[in-house]
């Protein structure tokens, strides 16, 4: 058992919203579970607005207890923020989090870090049993789980399970927002890190209900189109713009052709030609300002490669089907 001022091993956080039934069982049987463990740790809660009495019972809780830790929120910001918060405020070398429903078996801790002693950075919870509903979670689950894999390359079987473990100097270094919270393995390849995943036990809700709405799917595709463009163009973006500047460029090339023959030809009249010349004007501008931007997001990669940050190959372990 750690003291004040004492080095953390572990931080387990949980983000929560209108939890008020699952809080102090989840908290329980996570201070069970990391008691048994023997090393020193922190439990972080997360309060995301709740308005349900979850926010009392964390506060009269976290008076008794030097390891439990909580943060309040003053209104509903998302899981992501909670999440990002939750991992700002850790101290412990190796950083769990969980969902706050108790689907999320804390018994599968143990598991987790064995996992990171053997020398992995990240270790993904796979739901292989999920105790969801078929048609509304369930289904597509895989398909955003396919979807998310054919992208990214990060070959996970379940990318959703907020089940994790982290070691601190990798999830350091990454920035949680928008949903991106399902996505934390593919930001954590961009650190160069180890990734595997194991088999978790994944329990049916009993109390509450859940806050997955399906309105969070266009979310979720947008994280992932910026994400995708990351990982592809990160090391040289002047490519992914240098593209898009030269097919704008060629377009008002061959549309400012179209316009000069057009007046040499048929000797149009030039009140006519008002719109097409401004067509071909926007076109030749849009290019050359993707050109610069490239050109800028380049210096930008090129500076963090100078101080330092690079972007290494990453290794993949899948457990088997």
Known sequence: MNRTGDHI???????????HENVLILYRSIKDVLERTGQSYEIIFVDDGSSDGTRDILKEQAGRDPHFKIILFRSNRGQSAAMAAGFKASAGDIVIAMDGDLQNDPEDIPLLLSKIEEGY?????????????????????????????????????????????????????????????RFIPVLARIEGAR????????????????????????????????????????RNPLR?????????????????????????????????????????FLLLAAGFQFLLMGLVASLIVLTGDRRG?????????????
């Open 9 to 19: 091993r572990i931080s387990v956080t949980v983000p929560v919203y209108n939890e």
């Open 121 to 181: 950075d990240v270790v993904a919870g796979w739901r292989k049993n999920r105790q969801d509903k078929l048609l509304i979670r369930k289904v597509p689950s895989r398909i955003a789980n396919r979807l998310i894999c054919s992208l990214t390359g990060v070959r996970l079987h379940d990318t959703g399970c907020s089940l994790k473990a982290f070691r601190r100097e990798v999830i350091k270094h990454i920035r949680v927002y928008g949903e991106l919270h």
């Open 195 to 234: 990734i595997t995943e194991v088999v978790v036990n994944h329990r049916p809700r009993v109390y509450g209900e859940s806050k997955y709405t399906i309105t969070r799917t266009f979310r979720v595709i947008m994280d992932l189109i910026s994400l995708t463009l990351l990982l592809k163009h990160l």
């Open 240 to 280: 992914f713009f240098g593209m898009l500047g030269a097919w704008f460029i060629g377009s008002g090339m061959i549309a400012c052709c179209w316009l000069v023959c057009r007046m040499v030809t048929r000797h149009a009249n030039l009140v006519d030609l008002n719109v097409p010349a401004t067509i071909v």
């Open 309 to 321: 940050i690079t972007v290494s190959p990453i290794e993949y372990n899948r457990t088997e089907d």
